[in-house]
Antibody, heavy 124, light 110 residues
């Protein structure tokens, strides 16, 4: 059974940093790209970014709203994807989901499994 | 990258068919066959319903179908059931090598 479990969320002040983790099980983690998607309370889904599988260099893509502040990485030996968030702003407050890319292509445009989400609140 | 445009809400009666539209530009929806649709129930994670415009993942009812014409993609649900009531989001690959979501559509089954 595929499982994705996010952790690391919490309440932080503007300008602070936070690192989220997404622990995966039930599939060959290294064969898939992984994405982070967020959702502010009562709002829609927003794609945050994506990391390719190492066969494609493990390179990353980001939404313009987080580029330069957020970094996605992965540790295939531990089956974990990370989201390092720096210079957090109040508008980053949201539930953050990690999601598994369907298939093993260069860019994952669809996600067939999602975690339960972890809440990040940025407030002074 | 602006969000794709979806109607805020749609409604239908059990047994009816409804269609949710998702309008973008030639730089996203119109330029690539990489449109997906997700169903989200309150407090739950999204569920993939359609990928690559019209393909259904294993386990998704064939009452759900997807299509695209020009810069607009559509999700059709036939034989509407009360359990279909949820929020639906489209998403598309973009020329900027990113993904963009629609604003979401709340489906009410009357």
């Amino acid at each position: 059974e595929v499982q994705l479990v996010e952790s690391g969320g919490g309440l932080v002040q503007p300008g602070w940093s936070l690192r989220l983790s997404c622990r995966a099980s039930g599939f060959t983690f290294g064969d898939h790209g992984m994405a982070w998607v967020r959702q502010a309370a009562g709002k829609g889904l927003e794609w945050v970014g994506f990391i390719r599988r190492n066969a494609y260099g493990g390179t990353t893509e980001y939404a313009a709203s987080v580029k330069g502040r957020f970094t996605i990485s992965r540790d295939d030996s531990k089956r974990i994807a990370y989201l390092q968030m720096n210079s957090l702003q109040t508008e980053d407050t949201a539930v953050y989901y990690c999601a598994k890319g369907r298939g093993n292509s260069w860019f994952s445009d669809a996600f067939d499994f999602w975690g339960q989400g972890t809440m990040v609140a940025v407030s002074s | 990258q602006s969000a794709l445009t979806q109607p805020a809400s749609v409604s239908g009666s059990p047994g009816q068919s409804i269609t949710i539209s998702c309008t973008g530009t030639s730089s996203d929806v119109g330029g690539y066959n990489y449109v997906s649709w997700y169903q989200q129930n309150p407090g739950k994670a999204p569920k993939l319903m359609i990928y690559d415009v019209s393909y259904r993942p294993s386990g998704v009812s064939d009452r759900f179908s997807g299509s695209k014409s020009g810069n607009t993609a559509s999700l059709t649900i036939s034989g509407l059931q009360t359990e279909d009531e949820a929020d639906y989001y489209c998403t598309s690959y973009t020329s900027g090598i990113t993904l963009v979501f629609g604003g979401g559509t709340k489906l009410t089954v009357l």
